[in-house]
């Protein structure tokens, strides 16, 4: 992973916030922002791949970017098949890469 990537000062926006919070993302803390799209909080640590395709296994990331593709697709918090680019992030997020058609968890 690379350094946080975020945006924080913008020309026409206001300054943007710190990360005030964690996921956990396949097992390691990214920093990201109460609020933001679990999306942003991925890319900004470099995070691009976000499911495996079920057919072929090829890697997607976020591509319309509000809700409308499959594209950002993955487990938050055990539920399969969630649109990362219009989840907003909360503390103590648990989001994993989905692999093919994601799979409900049992507990």
């Keep these: 992973m690379e350094e946080d990537a975020r945006v924080l000062a ?6 943007l916030r710190e990360p005030d919070t964690y996921i956990l993302y396949d097992g390691k803390r990214i920093p990201a922002v109460t609020g933001e799209p ?7 640590a470099g995070i691009r791949v ?11 990331g976020i591509f319309c970017g509000i809700g409308r593709c499959n594209d950002c697709k993955m487990v938050v918090d ?5 649109r990362t680019c ?3 992030v909360r503390e103590g997020m648990v ?3 989905q692999q093919g058609l ?3 968890r049992q507990e």
């Design 10 to 15: 913008h020309p026409i926006l206001e300054d």
């Design 38 to 44: 679990v999306a942003a909080a991925l890319l900004a």
């Design 50 to 60: 976000m499911r495996h395709t079920p057919k072929t296994g090829q890697p997607r």
């Design 78 to 82: 055990g539920v399969p098949n969630t």
């Design 86 to 88: 219009v989840t907003p």
């Design 95 to 97: 989001v994993e890469t």
């Design 102 to 104: 994601g799979e409900w």
